[in-house]
């Protein structure tokens, strides 16, 4: 684990928040993560459908998912191969899947921005835990052959996968610039 202190308030976690793109072999246990997972449950849920899953992909598994990524994309060779390297980034992966369950009152849409909700609560609690997360998206989270190593079913939504491994070196300065909030914030 890394040096990273933990946060005093919420605010403090926020402002503190980074995305890690190099991190190294390090990573937090099952037995460590089930506590985040339990804390994440907390998101703002309408009508409390829990319309979300985590996976883990460690070792082989990232290597399963790296050929996925490879035949999506009809690539061989050395294309193949660097595409198909680009899961072993990080020792963990957290895949986070919307799982959209029936409702009348809660719209699809709304069911995934709640399992969003829980993608970014959870790269807050690994970073506050002292690991450097990175969530990572793209073309491939609608792939056919992804979709079939995660074992999607016709009502889930692959949102994307948190990258997590410990602090190289901890980073000062960096990471996002703050906006400016007059230009976010208006009055009706």
Do not use: C
Request: hydrophobic content about 45%; glycine content about 8%.
């Amino acid at each position: 684990m890394s040096t990273v202190g933990p946060a005093t308030s919420a605010y403090e976690a926020v402002l503190a928040r980074r995305s890690y793109s190099k991190v190294t072999d390090d990573a937090p246990s099952r037995d460590e993560l089930l506590p985040l997972v339990a804390a994440v449950s907390r998101v703002a849920d309408h009508s409390n459908l829990n319309p979300w899953r985590l996976v883990e992909l460690r070792g082989q598994a990232r290597e399963q998912l790296g050929r996925a990524f490879a035949k999506d994309a009809k690539l061989t060779g050395h294309a193949a191969d660097k595409l198909a390297a680009k899961p072993l980034r990080a020792p963990l992966l957290i895949a986070v899947i919307a799982v959209r369950r029936p409702s009348e009152k809660v719209p699809k849409w709304e069911q995934d921005a709640t399992a969003a909700g829980v993608a970014h609560l959870l790269s807050l609690l690994l970073h506050e835990s002292g690991w450097g997360v990175m969530w990572r998206t793209g073309s491939h989270t609608r792939s056919k052959a992804v979709a079939k190593v995660h074992g999607l079913a016709s009502n889930e939504r692959l949102l994307g996968w948190l990258y997590v491994g410990g602090i190289a070196q901890p980073q000062t300065g960096g990471g996002k610039r703050p906006v400016d909030p007059e230009q976010f914030l208006s009055a009706l």
